[in-house]
């Protein structure tokens, strides 16, 4: 069965880091672009990151630009988003989702994500930020 696993999620401090994994199994992430996005309750749903498997190119939100870092890993067909000094606002459930790689270039700047684009999307990791 083809799907997207997240998982890394998990109650920190402010100030704390986690490591967020999306892997894919029974399929290739080759040829598509991986978008990280988040839902927190009350609020719009944010996308935060998005990187192209092919050369690992990246965007990043702004919001977060200066915290977060995503990044590949080819052996494991996973996806990984690395979050430091996390801060109360960071607290939401984190999903990945693969996206069309020409979809990859509009993911710099505001990007209002839909998930009729994606044909994989994963459940969604919980992240809370709490003291």
């Known amino acids: 069965q083809a799907q997207l696993v997240e998982s890394g999620g998990g109650l920190v401090q402010p100030g704390g880091s986690l490591r967020l994994s999306c892997a894919a199994s029974?399929?290739?992430?080759?040829?598509?672009?991986i978008g990280w996005i988040r839902q927190a309750p009350g609020k719009e749903r944010e996308a935060v990151s998005c990187i192209r498997w092919s050369d690992e190119s990246a965007y990043v939100a702004n919001s977060v630009k200066d915290r977060f870092t995503v990044s590949r890993d080819k052996a494991r067909n996973t996806v990984n988003l690395q979050m430091n000094n996390l801060k109360s606002e960071d607290t939401a459930v984190y999903f990945c989702?693969?996206?069309?790689?020409?979809?990859?270039?509009?993911?710099?700047?505001?990007?209002?994500?839909?998930?009729?684009?994606?044909?994989?999307r994963g459940q969604g990791t919980q992240v809370t930020i709490s003291a």
């Open positions: 029974g399929f290739s992430l080759e040829g598509y672009a």
């Open positions: 989702a693969t996206v069309p790689n020409w979809d990859w270039q509009y993911w710099d700047g505001p990007y209002e994500y839909s998930e009729g684009i994606s044909e994989y």
